[in-house]
């Protein structure tokens, strides 16, 4: 092995972290345990019979282009059918130089970090946030400033101090990230007044905003607020989407729309990074929609996981421990909600117990760029089946009222 | 649309430019022209059929694995099989620690970069070198320090000087790149003892090196050389390779072998940067390397590619001037030869010319990181039939005697 290793690789590098849920994740792998703490949609909603068929219709009507090298624009077919897509969802007027295909939301978010951030340049998210996030975001070392949450989305005062402060330094604040539509962790939703009052800020201190938009077509209860994207007549938002949770994550699939001059950027940097997004995954994923099959799954996914989502909720109701300082968010849609369980209780400790009795999540701190959230927890309904999400919820209850004991006893 | 955009950006997206090659070519896709510009495998090498079965049976048996998110490490079924490729080429000892299947090596050489680069940090490649790594050394603002390339190679004289040079400096050399067997764009490969050179001078001087081996399944003639990885026997080397030359390039997969140390770096950026690789295309990689598709598919494309090289070195035999100041290399295998033309002959100026008459190149100087190579470019042998290349090869020598008329007249 090359000597003194640690002298060649880059800064960024030597600041790069495991990703925390990653390493947990590895634990929760025995066939025993009832996991809530992946990210992962149910399988059963894998399209297969409709893939077989797309497939082959790939391969022999498009094999010449689909399996050949293709432009980093993406695939013309592909991007037609996603404009068709958020015209449905009050976007109008997209152009193809407006929409990006990438592999997987993941490289967004890279790309995001890649295009806009210096080393120390301030970026603000809500907190809690995506872990996925935050780990693209640190690899290029920015200085992440954390904004909490409330019911209705990012604490908009609190908000704007931060950006005046960041201003009164002389820094220059890059991006907003935001998850608007059931937040990953938190499960909250952004109320329309706080998506205006957000773009009012943007405008008014010139910074841009990231909509992070993957759980944006699975609601369940509730009425639809418009996307960020929608709201905004002068170009400054940039939205991230993914195939991952409306057809299959295996292909790695996603898409940016945003204002051209950005777009082009993406491009220019998406040509170093990869080339171009897998044509041959670009092509199936056009089928899918152009012949009506993402309509038919993202309907059956809502009802099966709305299923889930009351199965849990119902299960938190009925056994953990009513008390003030427990609660936990019921969101509207997406895949996770969100427990904060007494403050002395911290879910890293408490997670190896419930790996004991067969349960498992994800801490809450992994999702804060500071020590915060130890009394916090994320809790995916998507992945298990009623009748796991009802016993996995009895063992977490357990746990907790042990622990709140033991806690409590000392 | 936001007001200073040029301020957002980072220095990294401030100094990316678009790709030479990839502007240019959108002048070559009128159907008239022949096209030696791209470095495309020919679409008759996709194996659409053994696809058909293999995509089936991925789908019916390994839907919920290979549909999923999968983990950052890779398919282990893939990499059993690279494991094994490998093996016959002459590495031994591999373990699954030292293989990573990436999304194309397009994404290894970018991570090459995010992992070992910072902004000014000294690299060394041979000139010229492969565009897309340029690109990506490039976007994370290297410093890229060329050194000429001979017929066997890389010239380890100048390169001793140059890592001298950087060392009195007090700079740390963070890797020498090479692409030693059937070079794009020259068409080179590295002699047995030029690599063992190289070796010795990177234990001498600590510095890694990048071996990037897209081509070394596809020889036509000579006798193999064994790859650098399986001559270092001190963990000093790390190798690219892709199946994008023998398999389709629609999948954008590759893979990275390198110490373990390594490949952990490369897990953990490779987490921020996309998650996984997808685990749909891994999964088919995987069966079409154990069902034998890929050992039949290289002897059928090294025989198509086989009777192109020759047709394009006959081609130029017959029709290009005879002088002393034009030259082309004898590759021995690969998909490029690399042609030198008079020193007073631009072939950026005389590539729009080349194209009005029906014929496209690409320019020699986008594969130098100075203003060098102005009277070379590439030609690839790989895409065009035999026919279309004696056709080709005759309307570009026309062009250049033109050109040589017209400047030797002024």
Redesign the interface.
């Known amino acids: 092995?090359?000597?003194?290793?640690e002298?060649?690789?880059?800064?960024?590098?030597n600041n790069?972290?495991?990703?925390v849920i990653?390493e947990l994740l590895k634990l929760t792998n025995k066939p025993e345990i009832i996991s809530f703490a992946?990210?992962?949609?149910a399988?059963q909603t894998?399209p297969?019979e409709e893939?077989?068929n797309i497939?082959?219709e790939v391969?022999?009507k498009d094999?010449?282009k689909?399996?050949?090298?293709?432009a980093?624009e993406g695939d013309e077919m592909l991007k037609e059918e996603i404009i068709k897509l958020l015209e449905k969802d009050g976007i109008e007027n997209l152009k193809m130089e407006n929409v990006l295909p990438v592999?997987?939301s993941?490289?967004a978010l890279?790309m995001c970090a890649?295009?806009?951030?210096?080393p120390e340049?301030p970026i603000i998210l809500g907190m809690p946030s995506y872990v996925?996030a935050i780990?693209?975001f640190?690899?290029?070392r920015a200085d992440m400033i954390g904004v909490p949450l409330q019911e209705d989305g990012m604490d908009m005062e609190i908000l704007e101090e931060k950006v005046k402060k960041i201003k009164k330094e002389g820094r220059?604040l890059?991006?907003v990230y935001v998850i608007p539509d059931f937040q990953n962790p938190a499960g909250i939703t952004m109320s329309e007044a706080k998506r205006k009052k957000l773009l009012e800020l943007a405008y008014k201190y010139?910074?841009?905003i990231i909509e992070d938009s993957p759980y944006r077509n699975l609601r369940y209860t509730g009425e639809n607020v418009p996307s960020i994207y929608s709201l905004d007549d002068?170009?400054?938002t940039v939205s991230l989407y993914t195939f991952?949770k409306i057809f299959?994550?295996?292909?790695?699939l996603g898409w940016i729309i945003g204002?051209d001059?950005?777009i082009d950027?993406f491009v220019?940097?998406k040509?170093?990074?990869?080339?171009?997004?897998?044509?041959?995954?670009q092509r199936i994923a056009a089928y899918y929609m152009k012949e009506g099959y993402l309509k038919k799954r993202i309907e059956k996914n809502v009802k099966l996981y709305r299923k889930r989502r009351k199965a849990m909720l119902d299960a938190l109701e009925k056994y953990m421990p009513k008390r003030d300082d427990i609660s936990w968010t019921k969101p509207e849609g997406g895949m996770f909600l969100w427990l904060t369980v007494p403050e002395f209780v911290d879910t890293e400790d408490m997670f190896y117990k419930a790996i004991d009795e067969n349960v498992a999540y994800v801490v809450g701190n992994a999702f804060y760029v500071d020590d915060d959230g130890s009394n916090t927890c994320r809790l995916n309904f998507s992945y298990c089946s009623k009748e796991k999400i009802e016993e996995g919820i009895k063992r977490l209850s357990d746990v907790v009222k042990q622990e709140i004991e033991e806690k409590e006893v000392k």
Chains 1, 2 share one sequence.
């Open positions: 092995m090359i000597s003194g290793i002298n060649l690789f880059s800064k960024n590098a790069l972290k495991r990703s990653r992946g990210g992962l949609p399988p894998f297969k893939l077989t497939v082959d391969i022999t094999g010449a689909s399996l050949q090298y293709g980093t592999t997987a993941q490289q890279d890649k295009i806009f951030v210096n340049d996925g780990g693209a640190r690899s290029y220059k890059k991006f010139n910074f841009l002068k170009g400054y991952s299959a994550p295996g292909f790695r204002p001059e950005i950027k220019v940097a040509q170093a990074m990869d080339l171009c997004t897998p044509p041959f995954s």
